[in-house]
């Protein structure tokens, strides 16, 4: 079973929260950081480094193309500062990185299971490929994720298993909502809502692993989930500002 992780960040964001992702990171997988030209000058063990630049040009595209339709909903300068009375439901642009960084892998590597996980995260402690399959994503599902039946799924910690066709037709399906700008057909334009729009258009009747089958808080499920054990979330911005887990 070969199993990689993919997340993104740039320097500002590193600098904000994702530095306790990088030194904490010590699960025997490979992981792949997609990124805007600048790493840190420390090296990190088991990590590779993928310039969003050069690999995924139409991110930019995308972003040129749809400046004026999406709202900046935090300060471009500082992550950590919220713009007062934005919408980031409507916040395309920001939230793109994500999708145009797993997709652009998922479709172009040859690995068996990918985990996209959030740069907010940070490892408690490390795990087995058995436990993976066992608790995260058993083999005969599809896709895993912390599904909020009242609200968007959280996706900051998605599986995705490649070795199923539907799997594979999902992620292209994902890229096409926004290389094509499918996205702005749908209520909300922020990643989690547009990806609940594309599994249930495209994986529907396909088997999909609930991480959370018990959800005690909507707002910040994390605590509910099987990856509570080995990670912990930094989930809203008191979380990030404070650097700890907060009820």
């Known amino acids: 079973m070969k199993i990689a992780l993919v997340t993104t960040f740039n320097e ?35 990590t590779n480094w993928c310039d969003t630049n050069l690999c995924n040009p139409e991110l930019k595209e995308f972003k040129e193309r749809n400046s004026g339709k999406s709202y900046g909903s935090v300060d471009p ?22 999708i145009f960084a797993k997709t652009h892998f998922m479709l172009n590597c040859e690995y068996d299971y990918v985990f996209w996980v959030d740069a907010d995260i940070f490892f408690n402690k490390t795990i087995t490929e058995k436990e993976v399959i066992k608790k995260f994503l058993p083999k005969d599902y599809c896709i895993s994720f912390i599904d909020r ?33 499918l996205l702005f057909k749908e209520r909300e334009w922020h990643d989690s809502y547009v990806w609940d729009c594309v599994r249930k258009k495209y994986l529907s009747g396909h088997p999909q692993w609930n991480l959370a089958p018990s959800i005690t808080n909507t707002g910040n499920p994390w605590p509910d989930t099987y990856m ?20």
Not at 12 to 31: D, E, G, I, Q, V
Not at 77 to 98: C, H, L, Q, T
């Open 149 to 181: 039946p009242t609200y968007y799924s959280e996706c900051g910690f998605v599986g995705y298993n490649l070795t199923k066709p539907a799997t594979i037709n999902f992620v292209q399906q994902l890229r096409n909502y926004y290389t094509q700008d």
């Open 228 to 247: 509570s054990e080995y990670a912990s979330h930094l989930k809203g911005k008191k979380r990030k500002d404070a650097g700890v887990m907060l009820k």
């Open 77 to 98: 300068n500082d992550p950590s500062v919220i713009i007062e009375g934005a919408n980031y439901k409507m916040d395309a642009v920001r939230f793109s990185y994500k």
């Open 12 to 46: 500002k964001l590193y600098n904000y929260y994702a530095h306790r992702f990088m030194s904490t990171y010590n699960w025997p997988f490979p992981l792949y950081v997609y990124h805007e030209g600048w790493v840190p000058d420390q090296i990190f063990p088991n």
